[in-house]
Nanobody, 127 residues
Framework: QVQLVESGGGTVKVGDSLRLSCAAS????????MGWFRQAPGKEREFVAA????????DYADSVRGRFTITRDSATNTVYLQMNSLRPEDTGIYFC????????????????????WGQGTQVTVSS
């Protein structure tokens, strides 16, 4: 089992930056790939970014590539999402995820791939 606790959400203005954190605990946390999904009001949950267990392989949704950066501290099993140049369409609940495999694949962007989910943290970008 892996437990995930997110933090760092808040309300910011267009163009601002925000950093989300997700602390993973559990005896298998170190071998998990981790990532972020988000869900805007009235919309489906969507993939944002992911990083493999060794932090060498990363994937981003096209909508955030170049603005968001996912990093991982393997010593503490914490994953971060640095979000720059925020836009109103980035508003939503951001969920931290972890899997039982550790590597990224063509399934990384699908909801069903991920075994563990955090409770979510709200990000609101106002214009």
């Amino acid at each position: 089992q892996v437990q995930l606790v997110e933090s760092g959400g808040g309300t910011v203005k267009v163009g601002d930056s925000l950093r989300l954190s997700c602390a993973a605990s559990g005896h298998t946390a170190g071998g998990s790939a981790m990532g972020w999904f988000r869900q805007a009001p009235g919309k489906e949950r969507e993939f944002v970014a992911a990083v493999n267990w060794g932090a060498a392989d990363k994937d981003y949704a096209d909508s955030v590539r170049g603005r968001f950066t996912i990093t991982r501290d393997s010593a503490t099993n914490t994953v971060y999402l640095q979000m720059n140049s925020l836009r109103p369409e980035d508003t939503g609940i951001y969920f931290c995820v972890a899997d039982s495999i550790g590597t990224l694949s063509k399934y990384t962007r699908t909801i069903g791939h991920w075994d563990y989910w955090g409770q979510g943290t709200q990000v609101t970008v106002s214009s």
